[in-house]
Structure formats: C-alpha cells, structure tokens
C-alpha cells in the first residue's frame, strides 16, 4: 500500500515563529488531507488539497503531486497552534480500502 | 447542528468482553469510517462502509465488528478476539467514497482495557 512520511517528527518553536511542515507519499493520490490534532484528540480539517495552493488565514498549503509532496506553512505561530499536525492520503489505484492512509505526524509545541 | 458524534467518550471494559462503540452522524453523508489510534501514532482503518447494509474491511479488521442498518448510523463493536483493544477509536465521514471526497471526523472514543 501507500506509504507516507511526515516531517519533521517534532518541532519546537517561539511565538511568532513560522514553520514548514512536510508529507512525502510513495504513489499517485486522490484525495489528500492536512489534520490538526488538539490536545482532547479531535481531528480538525486544515486543508483538502490533492494538487495546488490553499490559504486559510496564518496557514497555507501546497501539494505538488507530480513530485508526491505537499508541504503546510504555519506563519505567526500562536501557542494554540500546538498539538500534531496529520497528513492523510487517498490512493488513486482503488485497489485497496477507500480510506485515508495517515502519517505519523508532526508533533508542535510552540513556547510563548 | 450538523455534525458528528461519538459515544460514550471513555470507555472501559474488561478482558473477554465485546463492547460496542456509537457513531452517528446528521450530515447525510453516505460513507462512514471507522479508525484507530495507539499513542503517538497515525490512525488506521478498521472498516468502511460506502451504503446502507454494506461494508468492507480495512487495513486492521480482525477482532471487529459494524453493521450499516441506517444511513446516519455505523456502530463499532470490538469483540474479545481483538488482542490489544486499548486505543483512542475514531469515526469519520463523507459525502461519497470515490475520488474526492473530503472526510470529517467525530470527537473519538477512548477504550480502555483493564
């Protein structure tokens, strides 16, 4: 099946600070997903973004899949931008379950 | 409001006992997940369902069980056959299962083993 890889596995950072987060997949997608975890465990929606540029107020996205990457921007970092950041994605062949295939995260801690 | 719910939101139980976990969703959306979480990890899927009275399994089925008898519906029973049933359970949906098709999740179920 598809393999993802979220980078870096964590991060630290003052307020104010900005960041790139990245996802690396192993195969063409359908469907690719940005999640923020917060700390009660609740998936948020951050972007759906299976090719192109989204902007969302301090966060962005970008998913470049003729290279199997997308990459989140974080600027200005607030501290309750803490918590693990999720990518998931679909995979285009169908063959296996129409599920989501996660990542393992970003973990984020931002200090004020 | 229009949402996703899950209960209860902890859940304890003893060895050798099923247990089944509620879903339910107000959306109208067609596709129902279920997916599990162990600490510091990503989630994994454990079942789908695409329609009413139709399911097919995931990445991680054994030990489980769901039925689809209502489109807003989709309960997780854990059975005692799953090993290491300790994990934070979540349920999703989307408006279909083909190509993009965004997925939202409910709040979660802590099941813990004791």
């Known amino acids: 099946g598809i393999q993802v890889e979220q980078s870096p596995p964590d991060l630290i950072l003052q307020e104010g600070a900005n960041s790139t987060l990245r996802c690396n997949f192993s195969d063409s997608v359908n469907n690719l997903q940005w999640f923020h975890q917060n700390p009660w465990g609740q998936l948020i929606n951050l972007f759906y973004i299976p090719s192109g540029t989204k902007q969302n107020g301090r966060l962005s996205a970008t998913t470049v899949a003729t290279e199997r990457y997308s990459l989140l921007y974080i600027s200005s970092s607030q501290t309750t931008d803490s918590g693990v950041y999720f990518c998931?994605?679909?995979?285009?062949?169908?063959?296996?379950?129409?599920?989501?295939?996660f990542g393992k995260g970003t973990h984020l801690i931002i200090q004020p | 409001d229009g949402g996703i719910t899950q209960s209860p939101k902890y859940l304890f139980r003893k060895e050798g006992q099923n247990v089944t976990l509620s879903c339910e969703q107000n959306?109208?959306?067609?596709?129902m997940y279920w997916y599990r979480q162990d600490p510091g990890q990503g989630l994994r899927l454990i079942y789908y369902s695409q329609i009413v009275n139709d399911f097919q399994k995931g990445d991680i089925a054994e030990g489980y069980s769901v039925s689809r008898e209502k489109k807003e519906s989709f309960p997780l029973t854990v059975t005692s056959a799953q090993k290491n049933p300790t994990a934070f359970y979540l349920c999703a949906s989307s408006m279909g299962t083909g190509p993009y098709n965004e997925q939202f999740f409910g709040p979660g179920t802590r099941l813990t083993v004791l």
């Open positions: 998931a994605v679909q995979e285009y062949s169908g063959g296996g379950a129409d599920g989501l295939t």
């Open positions: 959306l109208n959306h067609d596709a």
